[in-house]
T-cell receptor, first 117, second 114 residues
Framework: AQTVTQSQPEMSVQEAETVTLSCTYD???????LFWYKQPPSRQMILVIR????KQQNATENRFSVNFQKAAKSFSLKISDSQLGDTAMYFC??????????????WGLGTSLAVNP | ETGVTQSPTHLIKTRGQQVTLRCSSQ?????VSWYQQALGQGPQFIFQ???????GRGNFPPRFSGLQFPNYSSELNVNALELDDSALYLC?????????????FGSGTQLSVL
């Protein structure tokens, strides 16, 4: 069974600085997807960034980038130039890529990020 | 905004009652999945519907059931409510066959069981 571990329950960062959130996972699959989702107080899950396991290049989306280490089963999220609007819960999630239509996400417990002015 | 809407936003029930939660998926999305997010936890997969049939289920008892309608909207039904069913219930939709595996989530229904 797959598991996702986020070892940092809470983190804080000063506005405009850089912060890195950690995520490790366990799987015997070779093909899969990894995601970072943001959940602000509005409760809606918002996709931040997505990585396909077969791609060696780390995904980037504007101020958000990942450090994907497949052998180490590590998938950290770096937020550059942190903004107050980045304050939210951040969840790391895993999905098998060969699951047919049953594509369920397996989630970590989340990291609460506070961006301080 | 993702185009996925859930109703109601909040709900209070008592133990033993039944509840129905509703989800309207994003236009063009034919697959809907439901997740339960207990306080302080990550979401847990309940089940998924595609073409009006359940085609994947997590570790939830049969008193959790669902429906998907021809317009791809969906319902989650929970019978014989228990205190531990108190949680945020999230609905997510996607278009089956798409290559980007992107799920679009609603804002959830917060269910409190007293």
């Amino acid at each position: 069974a797959q598991t996702v571990t986020q070892s940092q329950p809470e983190m804080s960062v000063q506005e405009a600085e850089t912060v890195t959130l950690s995520c490790t996972y366990d799987t015997s699959e070779n093909n899969y997807y990894l995601f970072w989702y943001k959940q602000p107080p509005s409760r809606q899950m918002i996709l931040v960034i997505r990585q396909e396991a077969y791609k060696q290049q780390n995904a980037t989306e504007n101020r958000f980038s990942v450090n994907f280490q497949k052998a180490a089963k590590s998938f950290s999220l770096k937020i550059s130039d942190s903004q107050l609007g980045d304050t939210a819960m951040y969840f790391c999630a895993f999905m098998k890529s060969n699951a047919g239509n049953n594509r369920k996400l397996i989630w970590g417990l989340g990291t609460s990020l506070a961006v301080n002015p | 905004e993702t185009g996925v809407t859930q109703s109601p936003t909040h709900l209070i029930k008592t133990r033993g009652q039944q509840v129905t939660l509703r989800c309207s998926s994003q236009s063009g999305h034919n697959t809907v999945s439901w997740y339960q997010q207990a306080l302080g936890q990550g979401p847990q997969f309940i089940f998924q519907y595609y073409r009006e049939e359940e085609n994947g289920r997590g570790n939830f008892p049969p008193r959790f059931s669902g429906l998907q309608f021809p317009n791809y909207s969906s319902e989650l039904n929970v019978n014989a409510l228990e205190l531990d069913d108190s949680a945020l219930y999230l609905c997510a939709s996607r278009r089956s066959g798409s290559t980007n595996e992107k799920l679009f989530f609603g804002s959830g229904t917060q269910l409190s069981v007293l």
